[in-house]
C-alpha cells in the first residue's frame, strides 16, 4: 500500500510562484509514475503534470507548460511541483497522484491511470 501527503498550497497574488510537495511512504517507488491533478469549483478533474520516477519521463499540460517545473527526491520517496507565473485561473484543488500499472504517452493525463491520491491542497490566485 501507498500514502501520498500532499502539502504546499496557499494564497498567492497573480504572477506569484509556490512550490507543491508530495510525500510517499509505503512500496517501494522505482516502477511508478506520479504526478498532479487539479479541481477547481464546478470543474471535472484534469491532468497538470507527471514524472516516471525512473527515468524521469515528464508529461506537461498545455494550459500549464513553461510555468511548472517537476522534481522528485528519491531518498525521501517526495514529489516536487514549482508552479511559476501563476493566474488567477490556476486557483484550485491540486492532488498528488500515483500509478504503479502501464503509464504511457496513452494515458497518461486520465485520472483513472493512477492507482494512489493525496488528500489534495488548496491553491488560491488572487488577481
Known amino acids: 500500500q501507498v500514502q501520498l501527503v500532499d502539502s504546499g498550497g496557499g494564497l498567492v497574488q497573480a504572477g506569484g510562484s509556490l512550490r507543491l510537495s508530495c510525500a510517499a511512504s509505503?512500496?517501494?517507488?522505482?516502477?511508478?509514475?506520479m504526478g498532479w491533478f487539479r479541481q477547481a469549483p464546478g470543474k471535472e478533474r484534469e491532468f497538470v503534470v507527471a514524472?516516471?520516477?525512473?527515468?524521469?519521463?515528464?508529461y506537461y499540460a498545455d494550459s500549464m507548460k513553461g510555468r511548472l517545473t517537476i522534481a522528485r527526491d528519491n531518498a525521501w520517496k517526495t514529489a516536487y511541483l514549482q508552479m511559476n507565473s501563476l493566474k488567477p485561473e490556476d486557483t484550485a484543488v491540486y492532488y498528488c497522484?500515483?500509478?504503479?500499472?502501464?503509464?504511457?504517452?496513452?494515458?497518461?493525463?486520465?485520472?483513472?491511470?493512477?492507482?494512489?491520491w493525496g488528500q489534495g491542497t488548496q491553491v488560491t490566485v488572487s488577481s
Open positions: 497522484a500515483a500509478a504503479r500499472g502501464t503509464w504511457n504517452s496513452d494515458n497518461y493525463y486520465y485520472a483513472s491511470t493512477y492507482n494512489y
Open positions: 509505503g512500496r517501494t517507488f522505482s516502477s511508478y509514475a
Open positions: 514524472i516516471r520516477w525512473s527515468g524521469g519521463t515528464t
